[in-house]
């Protein structure tokens, strides 16, 4: 007989890992599949996803160990502090990284266990039944569900006719694991890893040449930050160039060569030590065998769900970088708190338009809501209130000026309707941002907080006084 359960959640990213557990705590019977092995020494079935593997995590390690090496070069001698120059040693950064990700993944490993949630090893796809008895196959076996969460992630997309070995060409799982400071590294993409691994390299003396196809920077952020962003990385020595087309690619073991036309139609040719691709990512429905249940699947291949994650099939649901919106770990967790919780008849929700999105370079860029050249396309009345890092006591002390909080507001109600931020801790601050907006709160609200100083956090604060020409500080 197979063996049955409640729930099957496919996939066990932090959509999949954190939709098994909350639908354990919820009283459902739940197992979770996972197949890929990652790293793992022992070719185990590693659970975390791209977040915790190759991805979210170790990227922040590197970009953390990075920034303290910039710091000990060009920081540390304007606040009195002599360190002589500093040395980095890329295998001791490249292991710490690889701690802290086996700490994690084997920490859910842990809660699964905690939550009595069944660790299925294998890759997950349909094979038949309908609603109240879905028989998926696991590996060489047949499991029988109710519920089935697809939670199978995305992948990284690759450019077509340039072969990614993950030692020369390198897409983000590879751009994790360089072992040694390339002297010139070339990166095709703008985009969050482009910028976040560049910043990286860049840092430990690589010279850093980034290619992006779109017209504009960071065209998904707001206008004034992208305007400020391009003017600090500039400043900090990543080499943007904007409007490129990439024609070949040759890689060898002795470095890669590009050949690209710029904006301006001309053929240019770089040579470089390494290249990392970050073009953008693809949802992995490829072995779900959906066409054989009938699952629905949109013109780019994700899930079609409606607003709380369901799909066509009955008792089906997908959350994740496998459906519509933003592929962020923290979205998919999101989702996935909301489907357990709709499974049990409660009424789990993920608001869409108080998701954060986070770009972690330095300074970091943060921003909910929409961005004032949305509100103006959508001929939306509003106000602004944007105050600078460098009007903050608590940002001068910590020698972090660059940037500002940029509050948009409704020019009638005052509902905040989006913030932007550029700073240090720019992911951290926009936190209060998020909760004042899920509530519908206006900038008045966050000017009568009060505000512990010195902090950060009054910079938001100045921004919410600022909307009504009331700022105090500035």
Known sequence: MSKQFDVLVIGGGPGGYVAAIRAAQLGFSVACCESSSYADPKGEPRLGGTCLNVGCIPSKALLHTSHLFAEAAHGFAAQGISVGTPSIDVPTMIGRKNTIVDQLTTGIKGLFKKNKVTLLKGHGSFSGGGEGAWQIKVGDEIVEAKQVVIATGSRARHLPGVPVDNKIVCDNVGALDIDAVPKKLAIVGAGVIGLEMGS????????VIILEALPDFLSVADADVAKEAAKVFKKQGLDIHLGVTIGEVKGSNKGVSVTYTDKAGAEQHLDADRLIVSVGRVPNTDGLNAEAVGLMLDERGRVHVDDHCRTNLPGVW????VVRGPMLAHKAMEE???VAERM?????????????????THPEIAWVGKTEQQLKADGVAYKAGKIPFMANG?????????????MLADAETDVILGVHV??????????????AMEFGAASEDIARICHAHPTLTEVMHEAALACDKRSLHF
């Not at 049990?344 to 108080?354: E, L, V, Y």
């Not at 550029?422 to 909760?435: F, M, P, R, T, Y």
Request: glycine share 14%.
């Open 318 to 321: 997908a959350v994740g970088d």
């Open 422 to 435: 550029i700073g240090a801790n720019a992911s951290e601050l926009i936190s209060e941002a998020v909760v």
């Open 344 to 360: 049990a008849g409660q009424a789990g929700h993920c608001n869409a338009d108080t998701i954060p999105y986070v770009v972690y």
């Open 336 to 338: 996935a708190v909301m």
């Open 200 to 207: 990286v390299w860049r840092r430990l003396g690589a010279e």
């Open 394 to 406: 608590r940002a001068l002390g910590m020698g972090d000026t660059a940037g500002f909080v940029k």
